[in-house]
């Protein structure tokens, strides 16, 4: 059925929210040759094909899909507890061996510092970009109760991980706590619906600045607060010798843009710098201690080399509409 290629070939490589994929059951039915499913068969391709009109479907690299949808990379040593953030260790000793409970504890440190730039009270409504598994939107719901918090994320896979995993949560904090599949460059909400945005480590794979300082702005209500961490070049220098450190730069996973963009991407839509902060010596250090730890992360030598050699910092980017 040559529609129904096209269809699929359409989708490969892409996230469409909003259309269903396709129903492997009646597929293997029609091959066998069942009249029924035959005759609604041309009815079936016209819905599916208004579907994907109609869907918002946006680009998504593939080795992102691969990395963050097939492969569960909080299942991997570098990582622990759910979460998948190099982890903010300033209250962490590192003159010893590691526990898996502080590389657990740095993780949640990472969100907390947000938390507290956030100023969160409990009339706001959040949405975190980029949210993974979901713990940081679970944490924070647990800890400030706000009206609304949503958890964004691109890849479905991660967004049906959070919501398995934290079903007990969604059920106790509702209708407050959700997740949903949507992306920096198009968030799922309405203008001025929201009080607080925040990302933590997933801006660095952003493909589009631009564009999330743009949607960030369009959802926030005046007054509104931005708060971003994540990784990036210190410079266009600092970028084109992580292009060599890094693979994944130019395989369009983690995209490491220099910090100036960053920056000049949410000055031109409007927002007003809070404060913005390098925070790489509580991050590196001791993401390198835990990679001694744990012998297979050989990866993480590379970003503590780049920051080492001053082509990468961690950022603390707090901004208000
Ligand atoms: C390094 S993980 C961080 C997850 C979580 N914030 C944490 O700290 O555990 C980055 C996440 O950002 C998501 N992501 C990457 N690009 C995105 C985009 N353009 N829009 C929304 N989410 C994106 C990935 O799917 C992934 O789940």
């Known amino acids: 059925m040559p529609i129904l290629k096209n269809i699929s070939k359409y989708l490969d490589g892409h996230v469409t929210f909003g259309a269903p994929r396709h129903d492997g059951v009646s597929s293997s039915r029609a091959k066998r040759g069942d009249p029924g499913i035959l005759k609604a068969l041309p009815l079936a391709i016209f819905l599916c094909l208004i579907n994907v009109l109609h869907a918002q479907t946006y680009p998504v690299n593939k080795l992102l899909l691969e990395t963050y949808g097939v492969h569960d990379l909080a299942e991997k040593p570098a990582f622990q507890g759910g979460y998948i ?7 962490i000793p590192l003159g010893k061996t590691i526990t898996t409970e502080e590389r657990i504890k740095a993780s949640q440190a990472l969100y907390e510092l947000v938390f507290e730039h956030l100023n969160i009270q409990k009339e706001d409504s959040i949405v975190e970009v980029g949210c993974g598994r979901g713990n940081g939107c679970v944490a924070l719901a647990e800890k ?6 949503t958890g964004v994320d691109i890849i479905p896979q991660q967004i049906n991980r959070a919501k398995r995993i934290h079903k007990k949560s969604i059920k106790r904090h509702a209708p407050s706590l959700s997740f949903q599949t949507g992306s920096s460059s198009s968030l799922p909400f309405p203008d001025n619906s929201q009080t607080k945005v ?5 801006a660095q794979c952003f493909p589009s ?3 999330f300082a743009g949607e960030a702005w369009r959802v926030l209500q005046p007054g509104g607060r931005l708060v971003v961490t994540a990784h990036f070049a210190t410079s266009e220098e600092g970028y084109q010798a992580l292009r060599k450190l890094i693979p994944t730069v130019d395989q369009g996973v983690d995209l490491l843009i220099p910090i ?11 927002f007003k710098e809070v404060s913005f902060q390098a925070i790489g010596g509580d991050v590196f250090d001791g993401l390198q201690k835990w990679r001694l730890n744990v012998q297979d992360v050989k990866w993480a030598e ?20």
């Open 144 to 149: 400030y109760h706000p009206v609304s918090v």
């Open 85 to 91: 953030n190099f982890g903010y260790w300033k209250n």
């Open 302 to 321: 590379n970003y503590f080399v780049s920051y080492k050699k001053g082509f990468l910092d961690y950022y603390l980017i707090i901004l208000e509409k």
């Open 198 to 202: 925040f990302s933590v480590e997933a």
């Open 260 to 270: 100036e963009q960053v920056r000049s991407a949410f000055q031109k839509v409007g």
């Open 209 to 211: 600045m631009k564009d």
